[in-house]
């Protein structure tokens, strides 16, 4: 008798899948933010959803788009599951696409939604829309097999692989929020018919205005700050050019502790010639390597002080300076009030291992 009660206490305590039905779900595949410009409600919502098809091929992706304006982002996917049939899936999103105008007018913090969802991938990527979300939203490439992978191809190097592309992950721009020293950065996405055009970056101010780097600035940051190889160097050698294709790239900072202190960044390229003049090679070899390392320097040199004179830190060497010399917040508090006035060298060595498969 005594086992009978035990075994019914036992299944009291058993509960049901609450887990519903692939074919019950609605699985969004990208996400995007934009300002309303209505201030009860600022956020305009929206979601895109996968309609899944046996069919897998290029242009075979079919998709629907929901939006809505709301007081929080909470609300508004809470109001947008009326609007649907099936559940919303948020386990497989991995974009997130935030309005250029949103940054105008939003404190970033009240985004934090996207870091209390437990279903919000850590390693989703995030980027800017210009000029809004939904329209990069509404692009569909007609070479996207199934929704949403597009992207996801690109920001993942799985498929492009462009030094003009700068990968932002959830987690990191949490880190670059919070954290001292390190400013956030952010590709800029635009919609271009039935393709994305990914060639810029948005660096986010903590106190300041946000800053755009326009395309050269951004292969220029990819090489030095994320130290991105399959990129290249460039100079006008006579009535021709010479480019260079970087295969490595290395990069080391250093900051000093003066009272207004010095940052050198020392930089290494090897690569090959992908076009130069003929038996360029042979006439001055070093002093090829020597000029491309120099132009190079100075383009990274007017770079870090653009960026410097923004106010905006996305190199960390704010974070470097305080790590090195074990610095408290007085410290920081130093570093901000002389970050205006500090000075860069950039020493570039580049090394040419030969002008490809021609001899």
Known sequence: MIRAFMVFLLCLLLAGCGMK???????????GIDWSGNPEKPFRVSIRLAITSAKVESGSSKTQIQTIDAPSIAEGVRHLKSFVDKELDFGH????????????????SSMSWFARRRDIQAVSYVGVGDPDALSVLKVTPKSERYPGNALTLTFGNEG????????????????RHFEKGLDPVLPIIR???????????????KRRPHFILDPEETMVFNMTARQFPKSELKMPYGKKRIVLTVNQIRSKMNVSKDDIPKVTLNVMITGILEESPPFVLEKDWQ??????GERFSRQVERLLYKIRDSGTDPYGFGLHYLATYFGDEQDYKHWESVYPQVEFKVNTR???SGPGVVR
Request: charged residues 30%; glycine residues 6%; aromatic residues 14%.
């Open 287 to 292: 002093g090829i390597e020597r000029k491309l």
């Open 160 to 175: 492009s692989e462009s030094p003009y592309t700068v990968t932002t992950y959830f987690f990191d721009l949490t880190r």
């Open 350 to 352: 580049v090394k040419i």
């Open 21 to 31: 039905d692939i074919d019950k779900r609605f699985y969004v595949v990208a996400m």
């Open 93 to 108: 999103c991995r974009i997130f696409v935030m309005g250029k105008s949103l940054f105008d007018h939003n404190d970033p």
């Open 191 to 205: 919609g271009k018919e039935s393709t994305y055009e990914i060639d810029r970056v948005l660096i986010m101010g």
